[in-house]
């Protein structure tokens, strides 16, 4: 009963910047960590961004200097800003979340959003 829903992906130029959003809905009654993944053709599933409830904040190096990850608690939101876009940043981005539901504190996967990065 709780779903991520991803937008903002698209095809943008080298050099380009998207900014990609990712809402939490349904029955969630706390948001412990909030961040987004991304699976290149052929690559692995791997962490790009997080960011917990507390603020602290992890990029994986290939984006330091050029993502940045914000948040909205009041709307069950993450943000993903990204700038200085090279086609290696070409993936579907998977937004992730810890959400505690009572009983349960899972990880939450949304079904992605394709970034293409191109000229």
């Known amino acids: 009963q709780v779903q991520l829903v991803e937008a903002g992906g698209g095809l943008v130029q080298p050099g380009g910047s998207l900014r990609l959003s990712c809402a939490a809905s349904?029955?969630?009654?706390?948001?412990?960590?909030m961040g987004w993944y991304r699976q290149a053709p052929g690559k692995e599933r791997e962490l790009v961004a997080t960011?917990?409830?507390?603020?602290?904040?992890n990029y994986v190096d290939s984006v330091k200097g050029r993502f940045t990850i914000s948040r909205d608690n009041a709307k069950n939101t993450v943000y993903l800003q990204m700038n200085s876009l090279n086609p290696e940043d070409t993936a579907v981005y998977y937004c992730?979340?810890?959400?505690?539901?009572?009983?349960?504190?899972?990880?939450?996967w949304g079904k992605g959003t394709l970034v293409t990065v191109s000229s």
């Open positions: 992730n979340a810890e959400i505690v539901t009572g009983l349960y504190d899972l990880h939450y």
């Open positions: 349904g029955s969630v009654l706390r948001i412990n960590a």
């Open positions: 960011i917990t409830s507390g603020g602290a904040i």
